[in-house]
């Protein structure tokens, strides 16, 4: 039997998400409704078709198992900024969600005699999955005290000769965090030189909301440097604030790559859902695509300035990177310069407050790693973000001196 470890993140926000007052555990953004993508859309032609066409089709497998080909298409349009390659809809293939996406890269491409380096903190899937096929997998730890970067010259040193897979999340969860350009483009070098596949998780992206493409260190995704044994995946739930349409995808240079996952996924479904589809490749379409980015970007922002104050008010007490991308925060509690219980913080302030977060130790870390650090999502609705944030300062200012300092 194959050994999974307990999915601790999702076990915990699920066993608790129906009893929170203010739920600041999600990550993603305020998600849309059918209605807002009309009103987001530039083209009013569009909008009139996309129920019709949704009404008028017939219910079988579609037209290709490997995903809608305009939905592909509109997938294949988000690479194309920056990109030495093109990336064309035949190196797409649909998913139902980005998790599964990654499921089936992992499953596909890793087998027991394999050597894995994945970029921490992260998504646990990415390394817990990894695991559980027998990979060997070493965590190439990103450091908090320079940005949460990471150490190129350390990469070095952890390949080994069976390396197969380097696994990044750019932009990273929990923390916000980007690999920068030039970052990025040497890890590329390093894998290129020595033939080992890159694999980037960028259901983040392309939610940049305090980065701006022009500068210097905004990252493209992995698939824009060209090299043949890279593969990303992705989906609508994050960035484009549509979790609700399991839709995700696999992209990659590579033929062997791509039928690798589609082999893999044959054996998990035979199509994704066709009213997804073409509900997800209207939200893609250029018409209504930039609209949607911008409207979930701009909400980040706002409400990544409200969350910094918070936290400028309680500085002896709380500390942050500032998130340079996707709705989410890694905010490390201390009292007197010592980490408190990280999931005794987020049981009380559940029971005392109605606030939910998430405790870093327990669902990103392995027991030892990230004791007092939380992840705090402000994607939502502006004021229930203030709403939870108030909940959050009377229980700084009468519990928090009660909890117990982490072991």
């Given amino acids: 039997m194959v050994k999974l470890d307990p999915f601790e993140v999702d076990h915990w926000i699920l066993t608790r998400d129906t009893g929170p007052k203010y739920n600041?555990?999600?990550?993603?953004?305020?998600?849309?409704?059918?209605?807002?993508?009309?009103?987001?859309?530039?083209?009013?032609?569009?909008?009139?078709?996309?129920?019709?066409?949704?009404?008028?089709?017939?219910?079988?497998?579609?037209?290709?198992?490997?995903?809608?080909?305009?939905?592909?298409?509109?997938?294949?349009?988000?690479?194309?900024?920056?990109?030495?390659?093109?990336?064309?809809?035949?190196?797409?293939?649909?998913?139902?969600?980005?998790?599964?996406?990654?499921?089936?890269?992992?499953?596909?491409?890793?087998?027991?005699?394999?050597?894995?380096?994945?970029?921490?903190?992260?998504?646990?899937?990415?390394?817990?999955?990894?695991?559980?096929?027998?990979?060997?997998?070493?965590?190439?730890?990103?450091?908090?005290?320079?940005?949460?970067?990471?150490?190129?010259?350390?990469?070095?040193?952890?390949?080994?000769?069976?390396?197969?897979?380097?696994?990044?999340n750019n932009p990273q969860n929990p923390t916000g965090a980007i690999i920068s350009r030039s970052s990025l483009e040497k890890i590329i070098q390093i894998a290129e030189r020595r033939s080992i596949t890159v694999f980037s998780d960028e259901v983040y992206r392309p939610s940049f909301h305090s980065i701006a493409p022009g500068d210097p260190d905004y990252p493209p995704s992995a698939l824009s440097f060209g090299y043949e044994n890279t593969v990303v995946t992705s989906s609508l739930s994050k960035a484009y604030a549509l979790a609700g349409i399991r839709i995700g995808w696999i992209a990659s240079h590579s033929k062997p790559i791509l039928d690798l996952c589609i082999n893999a996924r044959s054996y998990a479904l035979i199509t994704a859902s066709q009213v997804d589809e073409q509900i997800a490749s209207f939200a893609l379409s250029p018409s209504c695509v930039h609209n949607l980015v911008k409207r979930n970007t701009m909400l980040a922002k706002n409400n990544l300035d409200i969350v910094q104050s918070f936290i400028e008010e309680f500085s002896s007490s709380c500390q942050w990177v500032k998130p340079v991308a996707g709705p989410i925060g890694f905010i490390k509690f201390t009292r007197s310069g010592h980490p408190v219980d990280d999931v005794e913080f987020c049981t009380k302030l559940l029971d005392k407050r109605g606030v939910l977060l998430v405790p870093g130790r327990k669902c990103f870390g392995d027991g030892r790693n990230f004791s007092g650090y939380v992840r705090l999502g402000f994607g939502g609705d502006t004021e229930a973000l203030r709403a939870a944030l108030d909940a959050l300062r009377e229980f700084m200012r009468e519990d928090y001196e009660l909890l117990p300092l982490a072991n």
Avoid: C
């Fill in 24 to 168: 600041l555990a999600h990550s993603y953004s305020l998600p849309v409704t059918i209605n807002d993508l009309k009103s987001l859309s530039k083209d009013a032609a569009a909008d009139d078709d996309l129920l019709a066409s949704v009404q008028s089709m017939p219910m079988n497998y579609g037209p290709s198992f490997t995903g809608l080909e305009q939905l592909r298409d509109n997938i294949a349009n988000l690479y194309s900024d920056g990109s030495s390659v093109p990336i064309t809809s035949d190196k797409i293939l649909t998913t139902p969600g980005a998790s599964l996406a990654n499921f089936i890269v992992l499953f596909a491409l890793l087998g027991p005699e394999d050597h894995v380096i994945v970029q921490y903190p992260t998504y646990q899937q990415l390394y817990s999955l990894s695991a559980s096929l027998g990979a060997q997998v070493s965590l190439w730890k990103a450091k908090e005290n320079d940005n949460w970067n990471l150490d190129i010259e350390e990469l070095e040193s952890l390949i080994q000769p069976n390396t197969r897979m380097i696994v990044l």
